[in-house]
């Protein structure tokens, strides 16, 4: 039976890896950006990659990547019909979500006093290279609100998906697109956390 | 697959991106020149593929969800290669993104 493969199921998962592929065009240029700006000023861009909060970007790593676990664990538990396990699954990944876009504020909150907003005002202190420093933290300012954009989009379909969740069969399928959603915004700050917090480290 | 291996394997593989998060960490202390980005990028390529194999389902995916991605890396690819090439023969020193 060919069409049987390609049931409502699969549908749904082959709309959202194709909207997915677009999102991988859309964030691809940021990282030829920074390829780019790093190549040309690779130490003054080094410098101020290395004054980012590297204990805040850790944390909120982990913090995404157990969310995605979360959400994965709420897919295999929807199969089961374990609806209650589903929501609280689905709580988790809010809550991790949540947490990660409080930490992310925090962050910008501390780089707002310390006067790292791009622009006329922009100095870096630790900083050789302040036009080296400015370009990185355009680049930090700008991929980090994009995905934050994504993440905000996310926490609102997964808090919509777990309100009205009853464990029926269109419940099921509409979990499995935003857990796809979810895990690709999770694979983009995989690649975004290195960049911006990691390079430059090694003193 | 029955479920307790799921949810076993949905485990492991957060154990396993959890020590990949470690180890990214401690190794970007170490100097190692050009070779720490080059070392980053690759536990970050292990730890997406992690991701997309086990909690995406890719690994079990029926083939049209195996394929409906490549097309958009494989322009990237190109894009990336091209504006690279423009890049690094230029001969007059350029200012980033311009």
């Known amino acids: 039976m060919r069409t049987a493969l390609f049931d409502e199921s699969n549908q749904v998962r082959f709309g959202v890896w194709v909207f997915l592929a677009s999102e991988i065009m859309f964030f691809g240029p940021v990282f030829l950006g920074y390829a780019i700006a790093r190549y040309a000023l690779s130490s003054g861009f080094d410098e101020a990659a290395s004054s980012t909060n590297l204990v805040i970007g850790a944390f909120n790593t982990a913090i995404l990547l157990t969310s995605s676990a979360a959400v994965a664990m709420a897919v295999v538990l929807s199969r089961e019909h374990e609806d209650q396990k589903v929501k609280r699954s689905l709580e988790v990944t809010i809550g991790m979500g949540a947490l990660f876009m409080i930490l992310k504020a925090v962050e910008y909150w501390q780089d707002w006093q310390e006067g790292l907003i791009p622009g006329d005002q922009f100095f870096l202190a630790s900083s050789s290279d302040q036009r080296a420093a400015e370009l990185f933290y355009s680049l930090y300012f700008f991929s980090t609100l994009l995905h934050s954009v994504h993440l905000l989009i996310g926490l609102g379909l997964l808090t919509g998906c777990r309100i009205q969740y009853a464990g029926t069969a269109r419940n099921l399928r509409r979990l499995e697109g935003y857990a796809l959603y979810w895990h690709f915004v999770d694979v983009i700050w995989i690649f975004l956390f290195p960049l911006l917090y990691l390079v430059g480290r090694a003193a | ?98």
């Not at chain 2, 949905?10 to 970007?28: D, Q």
């Not at chain 2, 980005?37 to 083939?63: C, E, P």
Request: charged share 10%.
């Open chain 2, 1 to 98: 697959m029955s479920s307790s291996k799921q949810i076993r394997i949905v485990i492991s593989v957060w154990a396993a991106l959890m020590l990949c998060l470690g180890l990214t960490i401690a190794l970007a202390a170490i100097p190692m020149g050009p070779f720490n980005t080059v070392v980053s990028m690759g536990i970050s390529f292990i730890k997406a593929m992690l991701v997309v194999q086990f909690y995406m389902h890719l690994r079990t995916a029926i083939v049209a969800l195996r394929l409906a991605s490549l097309p958009a890396i494989a322009l990237l690819g190109a894009l990336f290669f091209i504006a690279t090439v423009d890049y690094l023969t230029r001969v007059e020193p350029f200012s980033p993104w311009q």
